[in-house]
């Protein structure tokens, strides 16, 4: 394992902040954390950064950040400010002692937190307890930005050079966004319609991907 340089973390800063400041800004981040960092760690890994989502407990309250691969203890967290609003937005730098990792295995870890985050997606059965409906639907709005982003970061890259869209995590994220879109244009023109006003110009780059025949990957 190497010691990360200034230069190397202000770049990385620079590719993390590509991310979260159209999506996140100024924005408390609170309970964005794996919604945030699951897509984030696709967009870094399109930009050959390549990190690991990580799941545990900041001041034992439930968390997830990104641990970037091959340095010695650095890790990334685009959500710090939902605990410490005062600081900057992302937090690159050392595993703090503020920060308690899982002991469990990385798919152990990953297959409840994907299963937590994709019930209100999909409008299934809770299977915890589920958050007032406000809540649900600011987390459902930010889920489709950062889809946005990744979608967008995607389609600018040479078909010839990257192979992200086959990728086994990638189909997993926008087969499960894609498949909240696609219902809510069956059913909720109204929400299609204000997203539409509220969110730039990509989205309908990501919308159309509901009418693609296999909504499991992006397609250029």
């Not at 899982?102 to 297959?111: K, P, Q, R, V």
């Not at 937190?113 to 997606?121: V, Y």
């Not at 059965?125 to 406000?134: F, L, V």
Request: one cysteine or more.
């Amino acid at each position: 394992m190497q010691s990360i340089t200034e230069e190397i973390k202000e770049n990385l800063k620079a590719t993390v902040a590509r991310f979260t400041e159209p999506t996140i800004g100024e924005e408390c981040p609170k309970n964005l954390c794996f919604c945030a960092c699951f897509p984030l760690q696709l967009f870094l890994k399109i930009n050959n950064i390549q990190c690991s989502l990580t799941g545990g407990d900041y001041n034992g309250i439930r968390h997830f950040w990104l641990t970037v691969n091959g340095y010695d203890n650095v890790i990334i967290d685009p959500t710090i400010r939902q605990f410490k609003p005062q600081v900057k937005p992302i937090y690159i730098g050392s595993m703090t002692s503020e920060y308690t990792p899982d002991t469990t295995s990385f798919n152990e870890t990953f297959s409840w937190a994907f299963k937590f985050w994709a019930e209100p997606i999909l409008d299934r059965p809770r299977s915890h307890q589920e958050k007032p409906k406000w809540v649900e639907e600011r987390t459902n709005f930010y889920n489709l930005k950062f889809a946005m982003m990744l979608h967008q970061e995607i389609s600018q890259k040479n078909p010839e050079t990257i192979t992200m869209h086959h990728n086994r995590l990638c189909k997993l994220y926008f087969g499960t966004i894609l498949k909240f879109l696609k219902a809510k244009t069956q059913k909720d023109q109204d929400f299609i319609r204000n997203l539409r006003e509220t969110l730039p110009q990509s989205f309908e780059s990501l919308l159309n991907q509901t009418n693609t025949a296999n909504s499991g990957f992006v397609q250029h």
